[in-house]
């Protein structure tokens, strides 16, 4: 394992799943609770990353996978631990008005437009400011896009311009969480953290 994080630059893929072949083509340090083929390194994510040292990691990618952690807040400080100053967290989780979200029973949370600035003190983007309070490990939330999409696929068009509508600003990413998440279901929300150090 000594030799796997020793990588430059070091850029975990956590929860790497059956995808991990691809995630180790773009050149990332793969990780799973599971011992499946192309995981360079098994463990359980509830338990932090303790194979990796302070300030030691270049990027952090996870994509549907934040929503299966029982510690969520811990593993949050983790990535905050072992992220350089100038690393990056970029991360993909389902927004909580996906039908298929409450489907899921290994599901732990939900997550909307506001979550991850419960973690900065930097809320200019925003207008309906949240505590950040909460957590002492603070992040810059450099990047939020909602994604929507559906089954349906002469519907898809239609998502994908209800989608760069809502994603033109922040004021109209914070209206449709307000007014219309419960009427157009929103797929996943991607965001790109930054530790403030």
């Known amino acids: 394992m000594d030799e796997i994080i020793k990588k430059k630059p070091l850029v975990i893929d956590l929860a790497s799943g059956s995808k991990a072949d691809r995630k180790k083509a773009l050149g990332r340090v793969t990780t799973d609770i599971l011992d499946l083929p192309n995981i360079d390194i098994v463990c359980d994510l509830d338990e932090g990353l303790p194979f990796l040292s302070d300030n030691s990691v270049d990027e952090i990618h996870s994509v549907h996978a934040l929503e299966h952690i029982e510690n969520f807040e811990f593993l949050m400080k983790e990535i905050h631990r072992v992220l350089k100053p100038d690393g990056i967290k970029h ?93 157009f279901p929103c797929y996943s929300i991607e965001v790109i953290l930054k530790p403030i150090k």
Request: aromatic share 26%.
């Open 91 to 183: 991360l993909m989780v389902p927004h909580f008005s996906n039908p298929y979200h409450y489907s899921d029973p290994t599901h732990k949370h939900f997550f909307g437009y506001y979550t991850f600035y419960y973690y900065t003190d930097r809320q200019e983007k925003i207008r309906r400011k949240v505590p950040p309070y909460y957590f002492k490990e603070k992040f810059e939330v450099k990047f939020i896009k909602l994604h929507f999409y559906s089954l349906i696929p002469f519907l898809r068009p239609i998502a994908k311009l209800f989608g760069w509508i809502i994603n033109s600003s922040g004021l109209m990413q914070e209206l449709y969480e307000f007014y219309l998440s419960s009427i």
